[in-house]
């Protein structure tokens, strides 16, 4: 056996001690228990006050593999198969990006813009659909849909409003495609995006974590063109937002005021740039003054 015992205390420190130096201890407690307690269908309490339980061999063997897994530097949010977002728990796999905290501050935003109204929403390049399952779960009676190219970041995103119970239309389509974005009787409130904006040569700088789990159509963008999305999207919306509509993009924050000077170019007026919590400028707002007759 590869624990001293099948006891949850020995299991524990199995864990630690393997998986030291790849992360903080407090990441690894963190962990474990997140673990334990979605195995077991077990309450912080249940953690605290079973500590000496005694694991079965199949529990012993899931815990090994996530250490395995781990090791090889998968994404805990993908061996646990899940993460929290804006109070929602989101199913992550490798499909899609894992949701990060500074996107719900993005989130945050666009709901202080709309404060509880009735609102069309969209949410181009979803993924997991995080950010238009939370804006919807936020806004009961707004109408929200996600748009995506990945197949399988929709399969995950349905998963996620069936499972949530939240209804969001997820549609399959290709924002850089030549082809027109065809809604019934589309004028949105709000469109956001947070789209791939890594340029590749960023590649070596990255934690292996991401480079190689999570998939790189969501991440990354040319090296000659870091805001080929943007200014597609920003082009885009023109005509699918509603006169004083607003558009809201998570950014890079190295291309902050290269994508502030697009959004002027194309005539969007009252842009503002937020910085998240970190100090990092990765939030921008603008807002449509051209009506959809004027824009096609």
């Given at each position: 056996m590869?624990?001293q015992?099948?006891s ?8 630690s001690?393997?998986l030291?130096?790849?992360?903080s201890e ?11 307690k979605?195995?077991l ?11 000496e ?8 063997l899931?815990i090994?593999s ?9 994404p805990?949010?993908y061996?646990?198969?899940n ?5 929602l728990?989101?199913?992550c796999?490798?499909g899609?990006?894992?949701p990060?905290?500074?996107t719900e501050e993005?989130?945050d935003?666009?709901l202080?813009e709309?404060?509880?109204k009735d ?5 181009i390049?979803?993924?997991?659909g995080c950010i238009?399952?939370?804006?919807k779960?936020?806004t009961?009676n707004?109408n929200?849909?996600g ?8 399969t995950i995103a ?6 949530l119970?939240i ?9 850089l495609s030549d082809h027109?974005?065809?809604f019934e009787?589309s ?8 789209p791939?904006?890594?340029?590749l040569?960023?590649?070596?700088k990255?934690?292996?974590n991401?480079?190689q789990?999570e998939?790189h159509?969501?991440?990354?963008v040319?090296?000659?063109d870091?805001?080929?999305f943007?200014?597609?999207?920003a ?6 937002l509603?006169?004083n ?5 998570e950014?890079h924050e190295d ?11 194309l005539g969007f007026?009252?842009?503002e740039?937020?910085?998240d ?20």
């Open positions: 590869f624990v015992d099948n949850l205390s020995a299991t524990q420190i199995y864990f001690n393997q030291q130096g790849l992360f407090r990441e690894v407690k963190t962990m474990f228990e997140a673990l334990i979605q195995r269908n077990w309450t912080s309490a249940d953690f605290l006050l079973h500590h339980a005694r694991l079965s061999e199949s529990d012993l899931f090994r996530a250490v395995k897994r781990l090791l090889l530097h998968e805990f949010q061996v646990i198969g993460t929290e977002f804006y109070g728990s989101i199913t796999a490798p899609a990006l894992i990060r905290p500074e993005l989130v935003w666009i202080e709309l404060k509880e609102s069309k929403i969209l949410d390049g979803t993924g997991s238009a399952l939370a804006l779960k936020n009961i707004s929200v849909w748009l995506d190219v990945s197949e399988s970041a929709l349905k998963e996620n409003a069936h499972e119970g209804e969001v239309k997820f549609l399959s389509q290709d924002i027109p974005l065809e009787n004028s949105f409130d709000v469109i956001v995006s947070n791939p904006y890594i340029p040569n960023e590649q070596v990255m934690e292996p991401v480079l789990f998939p159509k969501a991440l990354f040319p090296d000659h870091p805001l080929l943007y200014r597609v999207i082009t885009k919306s023109l005509s699918l509603k006169y509509g607003v558009l809201f993009f950014i291309f902050a005021f290269q994508v502030k000077d697009l959004l002027m170019d007026i009252n842009i740039l937020r910085k919590l970190q100090g990092k400028a990765r939030m921008m707002r603008a807002q449509n003054v051209i009506s959809n007759y004027e824009s096609k």
